[in-house]
């Protein structure tokens, strides 16, 4: 599998998808949060962009959000996170595995998924990811394989105030099994405002003991 011009071209869309201002309907706001979503061009349901300000720089709140030794500790959707493979520096290929949601309504999911870290100038950090096979990490009965079409996170600094940045989340999952749509765009834009809020406290946290 040649893993670099996979993930050149999943850094490609994530790009493109952030600098795509049409079409977007914002369908929740909360904890300064916005979530928008739009048809996706990738399968047959949306692709959902969730952004908020985070008071920290980039290359502090990237490596946080993506590095299994940060991340196990603050993301509560998450049972486990892990690497199964450094393909290089800035590439791996990581097995997450999420709780079961809605009071059991979804299931336990689990991804395994190819994540290249990428660096624009103006100091914009983001990471692009997309789901791939993996012989070594099979499906097991546990859980539900799921299946991440191009996601990732951008990362900017805010022009009039560089400490802080501003994160957008873009994400496309297809959780497999029967659920029906409406379970999962309900439960999709929630997960996205989790993600970044639980972020902005994991990190105001680390600081504060650091």
């Known amino acids: 599998m040649d893993y670099k011009k996979i993930t050149d071209e ?3 869309k994530i790009l493109s998808y952030s600098q795509d201002s049409s079409g977007w309907r914002v369908i929740k706001v909360s904890k300064n949060v916005t979530v928008s979503s739009k048809p ?3 399968y047959a349901g949306n692709i959902y962009r969730g952004e908020g300000i985070i008071e920290e720089v980039p290359s ?5 959000m993506y590095l299994p ?3 196990n500790k603050w993301d ?3 049972k486990s996170y892990s690497l199964l493979e450094s393909v290089d520096q800035d590439t791996g290929i990581y097995h997450s595995v999420t709780h079961s949601y809605g009071m059991g ?3 336990s999911r689990d991804f395994v998924d190819l994540l290249h870290v990428k660096a624009y100038p103006g100091g914009i950090l983001t990471t692009n990811s997309i789901s791939v096979e993996y012989s070594n990490c099979p499906p097991t009965p546990s859980c539900v394989r799921g299946r991440n079409n191009p996601c990732g996170y951008v990362c900017s600094p805010l022009p009039e105030n560089p400490e802080h ?3 957008v989340v873009f994400i496309q999952p297809e959780l497999g099994g029967m659920l029906p ?3 999962v765009e309900s439960a999709l834009p929630t997960t996205l405002v989790n993600l970044i809020t639980e972020t902005r406290a994991g990190l105001k946290s680390f600081k504060d003991r650091n």
């Open 10 to 12: 999943i850094s490609e």
């Open 40 to 42: 996706s061009k990738e």
């Open 60 to 64: 502090k709140i990237i490596p946080f």
């Open 69 to 71: 030794e940060y991340r």
């Open 76 to 78: 509560k959707a998450l």
């Open 105 to 107: 309504l979804i299931s």
């Open 165 to 167: 940045s501003k994160l």
């Open 181 to 183: 749509c409406s379970v």
